[in-house]
Every structure is written in C-alpha cells, then in structure tokens.
C-alpha cells in the first residue's frame, strides 16, 4: 500500500510529468539538435549533413557581421529592459488602487499585448512615418522638426525599444496583482509613523515586491534577447548600418536566406549562452546586494 507521504508526491509527480514532456520535446531536444547541428556543413536543404568539426567556430570568431549583431543586441538589451520594467511597474502601481474608469485604463495597457507582432510592427511603420506619422507630428507641436525615425542608426534603436514598451500586458498583470496582495495594514502604519507617498514607494512597495521585479527582469532580459525578431524584421530588417541587426535577425539570415542552417545554429547556441550568462550575473548581483532580503 502507497504510505501518506508518498501520496503527495507521487500527485506533484502526475502534475509536473506533462510539463517535464513538453520541456523535453520542445525545449531539450531541439536544443541537443542545434547543438549537433552547429558542427555540421547542413544548409537545411541536404538529408545528410557531414560533420566539419571546428570550422563553424573559427568562421564565428571572424565574422565582424557578427560582433555588429552582438554589439546591437547589448544596446537593445540595455534600453528596452529597463524600459519595459519601467513601464509596467510604474502602471501597475498606479492602476492598483481602485479608482474611477481604472478597468478602462487597465484594459487600454493591456491592449497591445493581444495584438499580433506583425500587426503592431505595421501600425509602428506608420506612427514613425517620418512625414505624416502622429509621433513626428506631436513633437512638432512643441517646436521639435522630429526625426527619419528608421533612418538614423539612433533613432531606430530606439524606436524598436519604444515599440515593445507596449505590448507589457503580462509583466503589467503581475504587478498589479502583487500589489494588490501586500497587506494594507503596513501602508496604515506607515502613514501614521509620517512615511509619505514616495516613502512608501521605497521602504515598503518595492522591498515586498523585490522578488517580483526579479522575476519580470530575468523574463524580459529572455524576451528582449531572443523575440525581438518581428518588430526588427519589419521595421528595419536589420537596418541601417546593421544598427538593428539583432542575434535573431541574423540568425534568420544566415540559416534561411544564405542556406548556412549549421552556422545558424553555432549562432543560435551562441545566444542561448549569452542569455544564460546575462542572467546569471543578473542574479548574482541581486544576491550581493542582498535585495530578496
């Protein structure tokens, strides 16, 4: 007979086993395959790919293209997390409280996260339209001549980062809820020991919601690195000056429009180590500054 303890465990074990599947059908065999892949001449054409052992890697260490993608991905990863984060902390702090019309405001944030990419890149083309587009327009309202937003290595830097500021429906959910689960007692003691509203904010709201903003932080950092291919296809293709030719941009080049599907996967490899090793220093210095605590 099945002891008391065990039940419990063998009911995690039933619950997990369908997510373990998936994760090993989607996640860790494609990835062993890329890997194997990476060391091999397949174009994604051919049945019978040959290893070459090492000559992928020293292609790689060459490719000055390649250090151009590295070099936008870190910008991108460096402007649009932050502003992302940004985004929907700062939303959904201010949408918590119960307010008049605040299911309309928090239908409105969470908008954009149901559109499609494609879809959202296309009305992003028409809202940086250097010449009639409604963002050149209301920065000439204040005097401002506005920008050839997708024309200008900056300028379309920023307007890919500014794109994905909106879709922030989940980390933007999240928030909220956690907001609203932090006890209401704490926020009575804080007024009556004279803690005002930015007091609050940061000896009480962003403490308790230390581990939450971690959580947002690691999924953005995995988002911002490896699904920014939509918005940058489309808007820039990569463009100008490879200003926006992320890692995934010029992964589909290279396995899809060049045929070099082995290349492509050693680049692919590539990426997945570096999002591993941004998030790792990520929790690293989380834990040295002792935040969680």
């Excluded at 151009?68 to 991108?76: E, I, L, M, T, Y």
């Excluded at 980390?171 to 809820?177: C, K, R, S, T, W």
């Excluded at 820039?236 to 200003?243: K, L, V």
Aim: glycine share 8%.
């Amino acid at each position: 007979m099945t002891s008391g303890r065990a039940r419990p465990a063998l009911t995690a074990w039933a619950f997990l086993a369908p997510y373990a599947v998936a994760v090993g059908l989607l996640i860790v065999l494609p990835g062993l395959l890329t890997l194997g892949y990476a060391f091999t001449d397949h174009t994604g054409l051919t049945r019978d790919p040959q290893f070459v052992g090492l000559a992928n890697l020293r292609r790689l260490l060459s490719d000055e293209f390649l250090l151009d993608s590295v070099r936008a991905s870190a910008f991108h990863l460096a402007l649009a997390v932050p502003l992302r984060l940004l985004a929907a902390v700062g939303l959904g702090l201010l949408l918590a409280a119960p307010r008049p019309g605040g299911r309309w405001f928090r239908v409105a944030v969470y908008l954009p996260t149901v559109i499609p990419d494609v879809a959202l890149a296309v009305l992003f083309l028409w809202v940086l339209n250097p010449l009639y587009g409604p963002l050149n327009q209301v920065l000439g309202l204040v005097g401002h001549p506005g920008f050839t937003w997708l024309s200008d290595p900056a300028t379309a830097r920023v307007a890919v980062a500014l794109m994905l500021a909106f879709p922030i429906g989940e980390g933007f959910i999240v928030v909220l809820a956690a907001r609203r689960m932090l006890d209401g007692r704490l926020y009575e003691a804080a007024v009556l020991e004279g803690c005002g509203p930015f007091g609050q904010l940061r000896r009480l709201t962003l403490p308790l919601l230390a581990p939450v903003l971690l959580l947002l932080a690691v999924r953005d950092t995995i988002l911002t690195l490896q699904v920014n291919f939509v918005p940058a296809y489309i808007l820039t293709d990569g463009r100008p000056a490879n200003a926006t030719l992320y890692l995934p941009v010029y992964i589909f080049d290279q396995a899809f429009e060049f045929s070099g599907f082995a290349y492509g996967a050693l680049i692919t490899t590539v990426l997945m180590v570096a999002t591993a090793a941004v998030i790792t220093a990520l929790l690293l210095v989380v834990r040295r500054w002792r935040v969680l605590r």
